[in-house]
């Protein structure tokens, strides 16, 4: 792991522009009525699941071009994720893939204790076909026609489950590809009604302290229809599921120019928020590096988390689904944490009573401009100081190149393959 | 009214032709295994509202460019809708829009039974402010902060529905404009709340055999959130209220790409799909001629009503609301509710035995190679026929324009004003 | 005008804690080693024109909700951009609209001296139809099928550079609706043969030293096609015209998902590029206040100015092109102007020597997060410093506010009718 | 290959009724002043490239399922080229994509005429890494910011063209992926430059006869900036080059609810398109098979082509390029040739005179439901016998159905591997 000395000397090298510049900013937040230690205490309260799968290279359809010491095996990846808690501290979870991740319980559970982690909601696969499968998910899984294969994959969830509870997992995210390329390909009516009846099986179950979340997404891989398409399809589904079933946001599933935080509002008014997949994105489901792309968009999701944090029963689950294709993947994770963190913060110290009034009055220009005050301050000394305090890295990045992690893991781990997607 | 002579001499002029193209159809379609005569009573027995401000030439916030003619009251409006069904035996019943068409409802009721035609789903507006008006919707209506602008939104359709029951409609439309332009400007919870509980008074006040209609746009008038924005709030809206609330679905209301017949499949397993507003669009809203930018679009819609037509329950109310601004509107009409009819006689023809075949067995190819079989059958003959045996013109446009209405017309109305729309 | 006593009394009891923050952020600065004092001299050199009907409340085809104090004439319309320059001292300039302002060029040179303002680019109006017009712009202005009012839409478009001329303008800015509703409505290619030689007529009659900026737009008062659609048909536009046509880039004019910044990038490379519509949007072209929306797009925007800013014979037109629907306008520019001069000093303390040094190694990772940097730096200090010594206001909405000016307009101007915009 | 007396016997079957529909439809369009003859001439003049990598199964970056007998050479993808034109007589040239379809010049040459086809456009892969290879494309090819990864993929356009020489081709399609993931990653305009110098080295390798296309893609593989996003950029990098570079359009590389109709009447009339690639989508580049999502876009695309035919030294090459991912390729190509062809012959019975007339006259709706006449008439018959006449299949799919092709070949190649796309 990460040489505690090297986070150490990294800090101390930092130690004191941070003093200056978190003082200064308190000074500055007081004059607004803000405490900066309450904020630092938010954010070292935040923490953001890593996916498992993040810590590879991932690819596009044109091709996949890895780098050095990519992880080969789960045990490298809660490595690589260790490393990331350890230079950060927000990110205390892990998120596994079945069958990706598939290894004994307790050797999931011991490695993972080793680097400091706990695991968060298990995924299952049905959008590709294993070499050992009976049943081909090519034109579907829990909505394909096909009886048989629809009972594969609600089995292949129920075994999710199953190695969930063996670790201490409380979640089950689905989503599948399921959907069609043509019009008239599949009945759109009659697809969903296969799958609400798969989703029906896992959810029976489903341990009585578990939830399981729906994921919607408008496209891809299928391009003429998706069965969870959109959130009201995902909203129908948990309501007919029952209490144990959520609806999880990725918030690069949407149409061009689509409101998300409403989406945010709606769900969690409906009773049926479960939580986040974080990314950014400007085209599609472009999985880039959360905050980079449209950080205010973050801020206005997180806006509504925080606005409505004391909603009846709200318990999120927050997770970073991203793909990193042109980065050191430890980088981006590292980089994603961090500005979702930002976000909170960011929200956290909106003035509400003055927006609500602002609100209340419909003086859309203060109102406005009571949000933007809240995102354009630099909350950077926070974020650092809840590092610096929690043990990790004030500045992430740059303790990470510090270790030379990559090219020690590059040394004893095998050079990944590239290749060309889903072209041939 | 349109001379029935003009008509005839109209017809006589096509028939031989119709009955050629008829009997050619008849036998190609013979060999398909579909009854041409069953066809075109489908067509005969179809029907589509035309919205009374329709019969008007509209604009957009640029400008607006109003013809010769223009109707001046809700007179002349009842007489071009009385014109349109005249030639196309289509278009049976007018929806009217308060306080535009305000009127005595004996003399509505009259007027229309003058020019044969009944009365669709009433339509509010609480997205302007009118002279006599105590307080403005310029920050909302159902939803405004003030508890008083609410309330005067809510009498405001309880009187739509008041009139409404007086001229024999059975329906109440709502679409608002309500939202914000800012992030920031309005709590998009908070908001919604207070929609919810307008409408809860308005549902109140309906009738026992009365539906509401719950009316969805994902933007403009307000550019940043829409209180309605989309299916899924249609949904929780329609939900919460009960049985009589059903969701309306305008072909024009929604972000680009979205898959609109996947939410008309959904709505309908929902039980909540109440009817339609129909028109065209490229970009956004542009409320264009029915059929005219993305025709396949409109035959996948009536494909899932087709396919579902004997759904539970299923009652749809079915209106055109276009945006007349290059045509004259009572031709932009005729087009747009013959493009209705010919997507919904398609559709008709779709081999539902054969499709489902190819679905179950996942022959994509196939299976979508013969709904577009359906789509490219030029139905022309059937709905030439239809209007044929039901008085109407073969051609309404050429029987419109051989009458003379819109000179006649533009002689005894008074030349209406253009103007620069919402730009000073 | 503004009483001084009022912004000085204003700033009085800002200053203490601007000088605090002022100081904090130079020493911030300074460990990243730039100078405070450059950057806040490049804020105070910064100025963006005003649109004369930018001061009017604006709307949608649905409604105008106007508020008080509307100005009722050019004169007040220069009073009311004298107060946002007052405030802001980033202001300058005035873009004035034909016919809307216009008006006798030596009263309006006298009155625009009076308030401390220039003229910048004329702009021309052939997309509304004025009640002394001989012929329609219902199809087209100088890309109609009719020569007569393709000649009309040229006249006035010279009468436009006369009135410039007279009153100091060096630029004249051609946008029009022209476009179609409906595929085959018009010829795309004939349309477009029209347009171009209409253009070379005007171009004919710019003066030497002048500019003509061809503006795009996707759509919108025309909804299935705009002659000039994208920047590509406007740069072949200014190519065929020749060196003194450039391109005008409206931030909200084009189609979702488009990098507006390459489009920024390329027409400085075709030394085409000739000034921006400044505005922000989430769906169409909103006209929203800048930097309210999506403010990173709009840094990005300015990030490839400041890196391009020596580019041979960059001389940009900068103007203000917002609707202000909910807001008091002058409080919307206000608030505009300086979010635009907010970017422009955002992107001036890149640094570009750290980020050439990332993107020349591919370290993609630490060139995103080097732009990143400048962006959250919170430069609220630097701009209300520049406002401070050019005698501006550190706050200028709340010194608009504590003005009263509103108030005072609103009893000596005539209440604006409101109306239902395009829609009768 | 495809037994003739396969092909013979399933035209026997269909023989007369095609007959009756193809004299039923000679009547019909001779009342319409059209000739059915010079129609199906035109319909047997057409012809599209097929591409060699579309005879394999496609996937997305999620995942890809091979059928059974998929192509394992360039031999065995000419073989599933030659049975495509043997049964649409549609698809009489291959476009070859290096270095997938890498082989001795002679073999390709003597393959093709064995299968009776020829080559069309090279295509040059420089998105992809190659085992051999010296440098990463990982971070750009063309654009690379190192020298040497530039002239090494100078060096393979060179190399394509030198292939193409050898096999009779006349033109290289060049389309990269270049550009970058994050705000900041690359500079915009330099990485554009390093581009054009690149392009002017192949330009000054290509042979006097030949051209070279330029592609643009708005995104994918890259996630925020493409260096040829759009045809402007592809018109200037064309413009630059010289007279021999010319742009292509693929339907499916725009952003959403761009008119690309219009794009092709710029591009012709700048004397710059070079050709298509054709395909269907409904969200991104999404491959589709063409004219199966919106069929009418694809008419309106031809209804340019046609119009403007005669635009001197119009030189068109036209490609199918899709991934198909769930049905068989041959299958799926077949679709696509007769759909592009049928465009073709939809728009070649557009009543032009009667067009023009309406749009001089600003007869909006007539000249719209001129476009809309020549759509909806079903051309099948004429279609059908080009083929028939041309010796190819009345119903091409049905006979390569019954031909047993793929079963053939399923017994000889090799089984695919599937796989997971970019994911790991």
Chains 1, 2, 3, 4 share one sequence.
Not at 167 to 177: K, Q
Not at 218 to 239: C, H, K, R
Not at 260 to 279: P, S
Request: aromatic share 8%; glycine share 8%; proline share 4%.
């Amino acid at each position: 792991m990460i040489d505690r000395t090297i986070i150490e000397a990294e800090n101390a090298a930092r130690q004191a522009d941070l003093t200056a510049d978190y003082d200064a900013l308190g000074a500055r937040l007081a004059r607004r009525g803000l405490d900066i230690e309450a904020l630092t205490a938010r954010a070292m309260s935040f923490g953001v699941a890593v996916p498992s799968w993040g810590t590879g290279t991932g690819g596009t359809r044109f091709a996949r071009f890895p780098g050095g010491g990519e992880p080969a095996s789960i045990t490298d990846k809660l490595d690589d994720c260790g490393v990331i808690h350890a230079l950060t501290a927000a990110t205390p979870r892990v998120s596994l893939h079945i069958p990706w991740d598939k290894a004994d319980p307790a050797l999931l559970r011991e490695k993972a204790e080793e680097v400091g982690l706990g695991f968060d909601a298990m995924n299952s696969n049905t959008f590709q076909d294993q070499p050992d499968q009976g049943r081909s998910y090519k034109y579907g899984s829990l909505s394909h026609t096909d009886a048989a294969t629809r009972r594969q994959a609600v089995e292949h969830n129920l075994e999710c489950i199953e190695i969930g509870r063996a670790i201490g997992s409380r979640a089950l995210t689905v989503w599948i590809g399921d959907g069609s390329n043509f019009p008239g390909q599949t009945s759109l009516s009659r697809q969903f009604d296969r799958y609400l009846d798969s989703m029906k099986a896992i959810y029976a179950g489903l341990p009585d302290d578990w939830r399981i979340f729906s994921e919607h997404k408008i496209y891809e891989p299928a391009f003429y229809s998706t069965v969870v398409q959109d959130w009201g399809t995902s909203l129908m589904t948990a309501q007919e599921l029952g209490p144990k079933a959520q609806c999880l946001v990725d918030l690069g599933h949407h149409a061009p120019n689509v409101n998300i935080e409403m989406i945010v509002a709606r769900l969690i008014r409906a009773g049926k928020l479960g939580g986040f997949h974080f990314n950014d994105s400007k085209y599609g489901d472009d999985d880039l590096d959360s905050g980079t792309v449209e950080p205010f968009r973050l801020f206005l999701v997180w806006n509504e988390l925080v606005e409505l944090e004391d909603a009846p029963g709200l318990d999120l689950a927050h997770m970073i689904d991203q793909s990193h294709n042109v980065t050191d993947p430890i980088e981006s994770l590292i980089v994603s944490a961090v500005e979702i963190q930002r976000a909170y913060v960011q929200a956290s110290l909106v003035d509400r009573a003055a927006l609500a009034g602002f609100q209340a009055e419909n003086d859309a220009l203060m109102a406005a401009a009571t949000l933007r005050a809240a995102f354009r301050t630099d909350v950077d000394p926070i974020l650092q100081t809840a590092r610096l305090r929690a043990g990790a890295a004030i500045d992430p990045v740059a303790a990470y190149r510090a270790s030379g992690w990559r090219a020690r893991v590059a040394a004893r781990r095998p050079q990944a393959a590239g290749g060309g997607g889903g072209i041939v």
